[in-house]
T-cell receptor, first 118, second 118 residues
């Protein structure tokens, strides 16, 4: 079955440590996204990538980094510079840009990764 | 800039009650509009969508109509079930599907938590 897989589902980190959250998709989607979800704040965009080897900052990119070396993969690193990293992180993908294809604009989400800083 | 405002929750209803969750938006151009649902501990799933004015999206008994004159996309269901308990997010795309494709990035409201009691 096609879909998006995030791992780990739960992660605990000590202050000062970098952690990397994995996101893999087999939907053949061009675009991938990382969102952060906090209670009462909805979803906020961290980074997105429209194509391999290219990515753009979202609204709250500070303290995070990403890479897009393969179409299927878009890992997110939460660095020690992120002041308040405890949150629920959601990865998503979409058909992407350039063509008025059916489904454009629709996001497919993974099940999320919950990061807790101790 | 573009934004989405939805009614604050939580909303608590009895089974078989009528549901309305209000959503209004601010956008330039012609956005596509979406409702996503998030069940406890999971990622978001697309519930329904509408791509142009007067379109009605529907799925699983839920409906929403794209009203350009009132810039609204209210979610309704005639008879809710306990299994509908979830958080509901209204969202818009920053480019319409009808304009040569979409970047796919969505702007989300803050979410409305629905609890349905038996």
């Amino acid at each position: 079955d096609g879909g998006i897989t995030q791992s780990p589902k739960y992660l605990f980190r000590k202050e000062g440590q970098n952690v990397t959250l994995s996101c893999e998709q087999n939907l053949n989607h061009d675009a991938m996204y990382w969102y952060r979800q906090d209670p009462g704040q909805g979803l906020r965009l961290i980074y997105y990538s429209q194509i391999v080897n290219d990515f753009q900052k979202g609204d709250i990119a500070e303290g995070y980094s990403v890479s897009r070396e393969k179409k299927e993969s878009f890992p997110l690193t939460v660095t020690s510079a992120q002041k308040n990293p405890t949150a629920f992180y959601l990865c998503a993908s979409s058909v992407g840009v350039g063509l008025a294809r059916s489904g454009a604009g629709e996001l497919f989400f993974g099940e999320g990764s919950r990061l807790t800083v101790l | 800039g573009n934004s989405v405002t939805q009614m604050e929750g939580p909303v608590t209803l009895s089974e078989e009650a009528f549901l309305t969750i209000n959503c209004t938006y601010t956008a330039t151009g012609y956005p596509s509009l979406f409702w996503y649902v998030q069940y406890p501990g999971e990622g978001l799933q697309l519930l329904l969508k509408a791509t142009k004015a007067d379109d009605k999206g529907s799925n699983k008994g839920f409906e929403a109509t794209y009203r350009k004159e009132t810039t609204s996309f209210h979610l309704e269901k005639g008879s809710v079930q306990v299994s509908d308990s979830a958080v509901y997010f209204c969202a818009l795309s920053d480019r319409s599907m009808n304009y040569g494709g979409s970047q796919g990035n969505l702007i989300f409201g803050k979410g409305t938590k629905l609890s349905v009691k038996p």
